[in-house]
């Protein structure tokens, strides 16, 4: 079993940064790929940027340029650091981790992140 706990949220204004930060646990030589998703206020929830274990980076249109995903392997964390903040990026942001041994994904139970016009 894999325990995700996201940590960073807040309110911001617009323009401003945030940091977020996931802590894996548990079976965590078994993750290879991990990812922020986001679920607005009344909508799904959508990809924000996943990391596989060598670094490579995959990041939603809607964020590329702003937000970027990193990964310590060594700390098993994963962060997601986020500039130039929208009312949009509003949102409850999840941590994801995918096991392919066992083809199952793990969440977080999610922070949210508030953005002020």
């Known amino acids: 079993q894999v325990q995700l706990a996201e940590s960073g949220g807040g309110l911001v204004q617009a323009g401003g940064s945030l940091r977020l930060s996931c802590a894996a646990s548990?079976?965590?030589?078994?993750?290879?790929?991990m990812g922020w998703y986001r679920q607005p206020p009344g909508k799904q929830r959508e990809l924000v940027a996943t990391i596989t274990r060598d670094g490579s980076t995959n990041h939603a249109d809607s964020v590329r340029d702003r937000f970027t995903i990193s990964r310590d392997n060594a700390k098993n964390n994963v962060y997601l650091q986020m500039n130039s903040l929208k009312p949009e990026d509003t949102a409850v942001y999840y941590c994801?981790?995918?096991?392919?041994?066992?083809?199952?994904?793990?969440w977080g139970t999610g922070t949210l992140v508030t953005v002020s016009p």
């Open positions: 994801n981790a995918y096991i392919p041994l066992l083809n199952r994904n793990h």
């Open positions: 548990g079976t965590v030589l078994s993750i290879t790929t």
